[in-house]
């Protein structure tokens, strides 16, 4: 003698829909999962728009007001840090990034020279040199042009 058949109860009237269910929410994991690791490195490979030289290369980023004779300034250039100081020999311009261990440099008004926060490096004002503490090498200049009362920096 055979069993009877199962009669079909709800549970298993659903299980399909909970089946497709079940997919889809897996589906929409690995899309979000795969959409978290695609933007981050999309935003890497594409500058943002704040991060864009304006046209001949040149970024605007301050006024000859922002900087007065002896003192300086840590700006944007896109969306790294560059530092522009007004020395005797006119304005110059470095990457604010130290090149001991990549902190963000400053201006000291104190000691008139460029200060690394972190262990105290310093550089001098007018080319960038190593003046004292732990740094390795100069920091990296950039080119200075000035158009009316704005600065603009570039890529040496
Ligand atoms: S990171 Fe600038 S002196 Fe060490």
């Given at each position: 003698m055979e069993p009877a058949p199962i009669p079909a109860t709800d549970a298993t009237v659903t299980r399909p829909g909970r089946r497709r269910v079940l997919r889809w929410l897996g589906g929409l994991t690995v899309v979000s999962t795969v959409a978290m690791v695609v933007t981050p490195v999309l935003g890497f490979l594409v500058p943002t728009r704040s991060g864009r030289a304006v046209a001949g290369g040149k970024v605007l980023v301050a006024t000859t007001a922002d900087i007065p004779?002896?003192?300086?300034?840590?700006?944007?250039?896109?969306?790294?840090?560059?530092?522009?100081?007004?020395?005797?020999?006119?304005?110059?311009?470095?990457?604010?990034?130290?090149?001991?261990?990549g902190c963000v440099v400053a201006w000291n008004d104190l000691i008139g020279a460029i200060q690394c926060p972190c262990h105290d490096g310093r550089f001098n004002p007018a080319s960038g040199a190593v003046i004292s503490g732990p740094p390795p090498a100069p920091l990296p200049p950039l080119n200075v042009t000035v158009e009316g009362d704005q600065i603009f920096l570039s890529e040496a």
């Open positions: 004779a002896g003192g300086g300034k840590v700006v944007a250039m896109g969306s790294a840090p560059a530092i522009v100081v007004n020395t005797e020999q006119g304005l110059r311009a470095y990457s604010a990034i130290c090149t001991h261990l």
